[in-house]
């Protein structure tokens, strides 16, 4: 066997994308707008179903962005994030003048905890006066969030929940595709994602007219007028024609993506089944239905005798990538103003937690590979 390098999560092609770059070209079609935008728009709304309208943009975290301009969140204004996700789920509320108040996870799904969720809103109104204004849920390398528990807790306190899909596309909760869970998501087709515009996102909006009007943000606010004229700030947010040929081209690869990182899921469960130490990410009930965007690990070193580190260490001799958990926001050194509260949970999760390789382009060979370090590594710390 080769010892070529095994990457954590690669864009896989479906073999149509350049048919539909091409046509951009042949057709002049090379600018932020097009046919193609369009097209993938209607297709990205056609999958999620729900009735929910597609703004094709230049990233996920421009659609956090955006959502958040939509929802008229603004200096002053407090913003609960789920503490354990990437940065981009967090920054977009800073860029806006408002405050992150970072609120931990449960341990079932590893997602916002919707009894802290509540613990959280009643003390900031006790200490402000006022609800937080929106509410971040994420997805967490695909696992649906409890929903239907943090919809009830926002919408009685009035607070809008933007949902956090970046990880999620083609999860499922309650039978409904996550995306369509919120009052806005967001959607990422950055290049590791379950698919790919080379670099993208998308912002799901609930209305036909919510999405004309985020059009209008995403373009600059240029006024209906015949010179350039501005009433609003805008911003360059929308998604080149070209790069949403990408994105039409993995759309006929999208449910075989998903299949296979469930595959691949599945495959790792049965060949470490015979660990000790080591447990999964996993969908706590039939309510969740997880794409396993990365499938994900937690080693106990009391149990297995070796650590997250070790492990990432040992995986990356062989030359394979991986990668731990994301480190909570509310450890991040920007954020270190914030307000203090209990996330031991999604500390926890952190300090145990590794990610191993996904990508749908693994062959059953590189799984047994990644697996058969897992295993020695397992063997030599318990002699």
């Known amino acids: 066997m080769t010892n070529n390098r095994i ?6 092609m479906s073999g149509n994308e350049q048919k539909y770059i091409q046509e951009a070209f042949d057709t002049n079609w090379v ?11 209607r297709e990205l709304e056609q999958y999620l179903g729900e009735g929910v ?45 408002a405050k992150p108040i970072f609120v931990d996870s449960e341990r079932e799904s590893w997602n916002l905890c919707p009894i802290k969720l509540e613990e959280t809103i009643k003390e ?45 596309l083609g999860s499922e909760y309650r039978g409904k595709k996550c995306g369509t869970l919120g009052q806005y998501a967001c959607l990422s087709f950055n290049g590791n994602k379950m698919i790919t515009t080379s670099g993208g996102g998308a912002l799901v909006c609930p209305t036909a007219d919510s ?31 070209i790069s949403a040929g990408i994105g039409r081209g993995q759309m006929t690869a999208l449910e075989s993506f998903v299949e296979r990182r469930r595959e691949i899921n599945q495959s ?40 997250r580190e070790d492990l990432r260490l040992a995986l990356e001799a062989a030359n394979i990538e991986s990668r731990p958990l994301w480190k909570p926001m509310h450890l991040q050194p920007v954020f270190g103003s ?18 191993l390789p996904s990508h749908p382009g693994l062959t059953n060979a590189h799984l047994e590979r990644i697996a058969q370090v897992i295993l020695s590594l397992h063997s030599s710390t318990n002699l």
């Open 7 to 12: 990457w954590l999560s690669l864009a896989q």
């Open 31 to 41: 600018v932020p707008l097009g046919p193609n935008v369009d097209a993938f728009e």
């Open 53 to 97: 309208h597609v703004v094709a943009l230049s990233s996920g975290t421009a659609a956090l962005h955006l959502a958040m301009v939509m929802l008229g969140v603004g200096p002053g204004d407090e913003v609960l994030c789920q503490s354990f996700t990437f940065a981009a789920s967090a920054n977009p509320i800073c860029y806006l003048g």
């Open 124 to 168: 900031r109104i006790a200490v402000t006066g006022r609800a937080p204004k929106v509410v971040i849920p994420v997805h967490l390398y695909g696992m649906p969030a409890k929903m239907d528990e943090i919809n009830e807790i926002a919408q009685r306190y009035n607070i809008a929940v933007l949902e956090d899909a970046a990880e999620a």
């Open 211 to 241: 999405a004309s009007l985020a059009k209008f943000y995403a373009t600059q606010a240029r006024d209906n007028a015949p010179h350039y004229q501005h009433s609003k700030i805008g911003y360059n947010y929308r998604l080149s024609n």
């Open 268 to 307: 790792y469960r049965q060949l470490l089944s015979s660990l000790t130490g080591i447990s999964f990410q996993t969908n706590p009930s039939p309510h969740f239905h997880s794409n396993y965007w990365l499938t994900s690990i937690i080693i106990e070193p009391s149990v297995a005798r070796f650590t």
């Open 338 to 355: 914030t307000v203090e509260l209990d996330n031991s949970v999604c500390s926890n999760l952190f300090e145990k937690g590794l990610c």
